[in-house]
């Protein structure tokens, strides 16, 4: 849980990690209006900072360092270092006489506070505060970081726009990229991600987004949350933090989304597939170039995404670029030329062989999409699926992975490969019905990859999917490699 906000600040809490972010921050990080932003102890003066970093790895010229504190760093180990490359500002909580190298501190102004997380999280929220930009947060079990990287190039086409880079979603990322804002900045695509209760509305009250889109709720950090019902609450945050004048755009095919109307003092917009709703797509066709579909029944689009999921993201994307003023002609032809999300069912071609790459991350409503996707494809290979286990799904891991099993049967597939700690979801497809020759369990990676080269032929297309920590983004550069290489014969045995 997070610490209470200080009552003097303007906002409440954010914290996390960065690669050093820089940021026209304007003249205002005054040694003087930090110190009283994080209500601090100003106990060296110096000059203004034009940035805020986290990581003393990076260039520190003229920035803030914030030496953040974890359970396996210190950022005060590197005080030194960020002061040795240009840092113009230090924020620390230690007594400076503990720290090693402020006696070299030279020029940079130094602030102390009680606790460093909490000052990134009240600088940010100052930031925010003091800019213009609207803000659009994003969450959800799944789809949120297509959505902001999609919603981020479709706004630059038609303004100025920054967005959350890589998955800087947590306490530390969220302000990192609110730091990102600068005076000319109209549109700020923040992800807000959690995995614990209370940081979704910790970072709400933080970013203060002016539009908050929650893209559904499944099981999701369960370790964390407790149970779908508890990521429900939490995903909730985000809308219920909306003032009156803000848009919540929600998922209204998932129930748990639309029930958010009832929490929220924003006006809502819903999306779905297939009924009407604010925002509707019909007659969904996958293909070799995407996903084409009717928008409001009736106007033909094609994103480039494959799968269901695409669509969904295309319909946050078009809901929340026309409440920001871009006409829906505008939105279309730039949804039309956004580049598919890295590693996040990124189809890749060697060989004759398509590879659908969603590891990046997996939960069951990630896992299900990704089948979907897989089963949506059109073509005249066999369809093979390769899970490794997913993680932080707390006491209920095992019938969930059990579960996704009894879809994986279901889904008419050629051949599933279930790597390392995956085996339940192997066991789970033999109950439900699948021919045990066409399961196979790889103990490791390598297993896996060896597998595939013996039996991969071309046409196949194979979707790779497990939790992040997994790495089957390794087997994925692996594989490639080895068909580019030419490890595939065209009579359907490997070389």
């Known amino acids: 849980m997070v610490a209470p906000l200080n009552p003097r600040s303007n906002a409440r809490l954010v914290a996390g990690g960065d690669r050093g972010v820089r940021s026209a921050l304007g003249t205002w990080l005054t040694p003087t209006a930090v110190a009283k932003a994080i209500n601090g102890e100003l106990v060296q003066r110096g000059r203004s900072g034009d940035g805020v970093t986290t990581d003393s790895r990076g260039d520190c010229t003229g920035k803030l360092f914030v030496a953040l504190r974890g359970e396996n760093y210190d950022g005060h180990d590197h005080v030194a270092d960020a002061i040795r490359k240009g840092a113009r500002g230090l924020i620390v909580s230690k007594p400076l006489h503990e720290i090693p190298g402020m006696d070299r501190s030279g020029p940079a102004f130094v602030v102390r506070v009680s606790d460093t997380s909490r000052a990134l999280l009240e600088l940010g929220a100052e930031h925010r505060r003091r800019n213009r930009a609207k803000v ?24 100025s726009t920054v967005r959350s880079p890589a998955s800087f979603n947590n306490q530390v990322g969220v302000p990192l990229t609110l730091f990102s804002i600068r005076p000319e900045t109209r549109a700020a695509v923040v992800e807000i991600g959690t995995n614990a209760p209370g940081e979704i509305g910790m970072l709400t009250a933080v970013a203060r987004p002016d539009i908050g889109i929650v893209t559904c709720v499944a099981p999701a950090h369960l370790e964390g949350l407790g149970s779908i019902e508890g990521v429900a609450r939490e995903k909730g945050e985000l809308p219920m933090g909306l003032d009156e004048s803000g848009i919540a755009i929600l998922n209204g095919d998932d129930p748990r989304c639309r029930a958010m109307q009832g929490n929220t003092r924003a006006r809502v ?3 779905a597939i297939d009924q009407q709703a604010d925002w509707f797509a019909t007659d969904l066709v ?16 094609t994103v480039p995404g494959v799968g269901t999921h695409s669509v969904y993201n295309s319909l946050f994307v078009i809901a929340a670029a026309t409440e920001l003023g871009m006409s829906e002609d505008a939105v279309l032809q730039a949804l039309a030329n956004v580049a598919p999300a890295a590693r996040r069912l990124e189809p890749k071609y060697k060989a004759g062989v398509t590879v659908l790459d969603d590891t990046y991350n997996m939960n069951p409503a990630s896992a299900h999409a990704g089948l979907q996707a897989l089963v949506g494809m059109p073509g005249k290979g066999r369809r093979i699926v390769v899970f490794g286990e997913m993680r932080e799904l707390g006491s209920d ?3 969930l992975h059990q579960l996704l099993g009894h879809e994986v049967a279901r889904s008419s597939l050629d051949m599933f490969i279930a790597v390392g700690a995956a085996e339940p979801i192997a066991a789970g497809a033999i109950a439900a019905g699948m021919k045990p020759e066409t399961v196979h369990r790889a103990a490791c990676i390598e297993d896996a990859l060896q597998l595939l080269l013996n039996e991969v032929r071309p046409l196949d297309r194979i979707l790779c999917k497990a939790s992040r920590k997994v790495g089957l983004d390794l087997l994925v550069d692996r594989l490639l490699a080895e068909l580019g290489g030419g490890a595939v014969a065209s009579n359907g045995g490997a070389r």
């Open 136 to 159: 659009i947060g994003i969450t959800g079990s799944c789809g949120k970081t297509t959505t902001k990287e999609w919603l981020g190039e479709v706004l630059s086409t038609g303004m």
């Open 286 to 301: 996958h293909h070799a170039f995407g996903t084409t579909f009717k928008l409001q029944g009736t106007r033909p689009v």
């Open 397 to 399: 891991s095992y019938v």
């Open 269 to 271: 917009k819903f999306i």
